[in-house]
């Protein structure tokens, strides 16, 4: 299965004396050209942070909903949560950035488990792999916002998130500004992307599991349908 085109909803956005509230929807795109269907769940709540890099600080998690992804090239999602609460002193030191910054940088761990659970007559077969990137988006101030807001009919629609990216690591990570969109390049058309396989021992023991229970059936539908007519008729 292949994920990538994810995009971001800001949901809420609250902001107390010494509290600071955010809601972020996450969706992710997916095609799974398997013959089955993949279950989607959760292989462990990822933390989300404000700022990027070693200074950043864990404010919440981002927490993936469980689901099904359609098989033979069909199109699915996956949708993920991320809440961030930051109250006390902490709330008080960042509160000037959530309302004077042009972009504060919100970075996030996005992890979730792809499975297949399948059933050949008296035999069952599963297999499982782990999708693991770092994510991250920057958040426009209050002011910044509603300054754009201002200037909305001469400069265009104002927006309060940046574009949703992901990579593999940290490290790799690289955060575009609010606003600024993807080079149309085929290197931006694969940005991001998450490429979910299952082990090829896997697939062969899942073949192999299919072949012999098959096999069985046909050896039981063969004593049904001969060896029980001729024991009966027999007796």
Not at 42 to 55: K, N, S, Y
Not at 212 to 220: D, E, H
């Amino acid at each position: 299965a292949e994920c990538g085109n994810q995009t971001a909803e800001l949901e809420e956005f609250s902001l107390g004396r010494q509290a600071i509230h955010l809601e972020i929807r996450v969706a992710v795109a997916c095609l799974n050209a398997n013959p089955y269907r993949l279950r989607v769940s959760q292989a462990a709540p990822g933390g989300v942070f404000i700022g990027h890099g070693p200074e950043a600080l864990e404010a919440g998690t981002l927490a993936v909903a469980p689901g099904l992804l359609p098989g033979r090239g069909a199109e699915g999602g996956i949708s993920a949560q991320a809440s961030v609460d930051v109250g006390g002193p902490t709330a008080e030191e960042l509160m000037p950035h959530f309302l004077q910054d042009d972009a504060i940088p919100i970075t996030m761990r996005l992890q979730f488990r792809l499975s297949v659970d399948l059933v050949f007559g008296f035999v069952g077969w599963g297999a499982e792999t782990t999708l693991r990137k770092a994510c991250g988006l920057h958040v426009r101030g209050v002011f910044i916002a509603s300054s754009a807001a201002s200037q909305a009919f001469t400069a265009g629609p104002t927006e309060r998130l940046g574009r949703l990216v992901c990579s593999d690591t940290w490290l790799d990570l690289a955060i575009p500004e609010v606003g600024q969109r993807a080079p149309p390049s085929p290197d931006a058309a694969a940005e991001g992307r998450m490429v979910g396989q299952l082990a090829a021992v896997d697939i062969w023991r899942g073949e192999l599991t299919k072949d012999a229970s098959l096999g069985l059936i046909v050896v039981l539908s063969y004593c049904l349908a001969v060896i029980l007519p001729v024991y009966l008729w027999r007796n």
